[in-house]
């Protein structure tokens, strides 16, 4: 399921490529993550059988059509026409994924189980951007469940230093 979202978002990032506006669309489609992160039943509004289709469609359109580039609410449009709605947030992520590389930025998912200074962090992310070329934009998360040690995901890459991916080694060296 996961193509067509990104088939979706790579439609609208073409546009604000053409456009010269990846940043302008990443900020209207931030808003609108914001939007429906608050008001999950918005999404439901825009699913409902009960209400028309040219109703949500315009529901979209007063709640965006003033101040947001043309594309982005014809994109919010297109998705409810095709009963494609509910991927919003997936096909959002996405177009992010497209503008980051665009930027040369990455995003790394670091999870460590105790949280990190302001020491580590700089270092870490530091040695990411040696790794990958690209500025890196970190998201730390603590998964007590590592035991120690940090395990970080960036580009499709996983990293594992925990000691419970090293306790895994050992028991698989030991069962053989």
Same mark, same amino acid.
């Given at each position: 399921?996961?193509?067509?979202?990104?088939?979706?978002?790579?439609?609208?990032?073409?546009?604000?490529?053409?456009?010269?506006?990846?940043?302008?669309?990443?900020?209207?489609?931030?808003?609108?993550?914001?939007?429906?992160?608050?008001?999950?039943?918005?999404?439901?509004?825009?699913?409902?059988?009960?209400?028309? *289709?040219?109703?949500?469609?315009?529901?979209?359109?007063?709640?965006?059509?003033?101040?947001?580039?043309?594309?982005?609410?014809?994109?919010?449009?297109?998705?409810?026409?095709?009963?494609?709605?509910?991927?919003?947030?997936?096909?959002?992520?996405?177009?992010?994924?497209?503008?980051?590389? *665009?930027?040369?930025?990455?995003?790394?998912?670091?999870?460590?189980?105790?949280?990190?200074?302001?020491?580590?962090?700089?270092?870490?992310?530091?040695?990411?951007?040696?790794?990958?070329?690209?500025?890196?934009?970190?998201?730390?998360?603590?998964?007590?469940?590592?035991?120690?040690?940090?395990?970080?995901?960036?580009?499709?890459?996983?990293?594992?230093?925990?000691?419970?991916?090293?306790?895994?080694?050992?028991?698989?060296?030991?069962?053989?």
């Amino acid at each position: 399921m996961m193509q067509t979202e990104r088939e979706y978002a790579e439609a609208l990032f073409t546009l604000a490529v053409e456009e010269g506006a990846v940043e302008e669309y990443s900020d209207a489609l931030g808003t609108v993550k914001g939007v429906v992160e608050e008001n999950p039943e918005y999404i439901d509004f825009l699913c409902s059988p009960a209400i028309s *289709l040219p109703e949500r469609v315009q529901a979209i359109d007063e709640a965006f059509g003033e101040s947001f580039p043309e594309n982005v609410v014809s994109f919010l449009k297109i998705l409810c026409e095709n009963g494609r709605i509910r991927t919003l947030l997936e096909c959002i992520e996405e177009y992010g994924k497209f503008a980051m590389e *665009l930027s040369s930025k990455t995003v790394a998912e670091i999870y460590s189980a105790v949280p990190l200074d302001a020491e580590q962090k700089k270092k870490i992310c530091l040695k990411l951007s040696k790794v990958t070329g690209k500025d890196v934009e970190a998201v730390y998360i603590i998964d007590e469940s590592l035991i120690g040690g940090i395990r970080i995901e960036v580009e499709g890459k996983t990293f594992d230093g925990s000691i419970r991916h090293r306790l895994s080694e050992v028991k698989d060296v030991i069962i053989g």
